[in-house]
């Protein structure tokens, strides 16, 4: 049984910083694809990031290059965002996903697992 669990969203002002953390439980593979979505109300579900779970390749929207970077501990199965320089349309929440295939997109369709969300609120 995979379980998804996010941590580290809050509560910052506009050019500051968040750190996203979600641990894999469960997950034994070692190879997929692992992301992090946002949902701001109203709004539909957007892909952010995405990395290879088997190697370093990653992906990052327009939207966020420059400003977040995804990263992975394969050793602590930890899937991590970095966001610098925030924005107040950065707000919303954030999701953790794993695909069990190599099919990696910032589509929101197609991926396996989903976290519960952790909420990112930038003024």
């Known amino acids: 049984h995979v379980q998804l669990v996010e941590s580290g969203g809050g509560s910052v002002q506009a050019g500051g910083s968040l750190s996203l953390s979600c641990a894999a439980r469960?997950?034994?593979?070692?190879?997929?694809?692992m992301g992090w979505f946002r949902k701001a109300p109203g709004e539909e579900r957007e892909g952010v990031a995405w990395?290879?779970?088997?190697?370093?390749?990653?992906f990052v929207a327009d939207s966020v290059q420059g400003r977040f970077t995804i990263s992975r501990d394969s050793a602590a199965k930890t899937l991590t965002l970095a966001m610098n320089n925030l924005k107040p349309e950065d707000t919303g929440t954030y999701y953790c996903?794993?695909?069990?295939?190599?099919?990696?997109?910032?589509?929101?369709?197609?991926?396996?697992?989903w976290g519960a969300g952790t909420q990112v609120t930038v003024s």
């Open positions: 469960g997950y034994t593979q070692r190879s997929g694809c």
């Open positions: 990395i290879y779970v088997g190697s370093t390749t990653r």
């Open positions: 996903a794993l695909r069990n295939t190599n099919l990696c997109s910032l589509h929101p369709t197609g991926w396996d697992y």
